[in-house]
């Protein structure tokens, strides 16, 4: 093995697990670990948000995690304490803000 490969498969054991601890390994020129917090709903599974990009992360149930750019702390709040996740989702996030399916 060449010192990158070793490289490249020591980083992928150690994103499992990072993953499997319930964060979310956001690639990009820095390497980001978002803390994916697990919800009540019949659509999300996870939420996770980076505070200082203003970046909600969505993992729905059987469809994958999608990045929201440009959402507002207060709108992240009202998301967590919505008893629609969903709903509260739809109304307030999902048709306001640039999608980036990861």
């Known amino acids: 093995m060449t010192e990158l490969e070793i490289y490249q ?8 697990l990072v993953e499997q601890e319930g964060y979310l390994v956001v690639e990009g020129p ?3 670990l978002v803390k994916m ?18 970046e909600l992360f969505v993992r729905f149930k059987g469809s994958g995690t999608y990045k929201y ?7 992240v709040t009202g998301l967590m304490n919505a008893e629609s996740k969903g709903s509260y989702f ?13």
Do not use: D, M, P
Not at 9 to 16: D, F, G, H, R, V
Not at 69 to 75: I, M
């Open 69 to 75: 750019e440009n959402v507002g702390t207060e709108a």
């Open 37 to 54: 917090n697990k919800v009540v709903s019949s659509n999300i599974e996870s939420i996770g948000y980076l505070t200082a990009n203003k």
């Open 9 to 16: 498969y020591q980083y992928s054991k150690l994103k499992a």
């Open 30 to 32: 820095t390497i980001e």
């Open 90 to 102: 739809t109304t307030f996030i999902k048709n306001y803000c640039k999608c980036t399916k990861l």
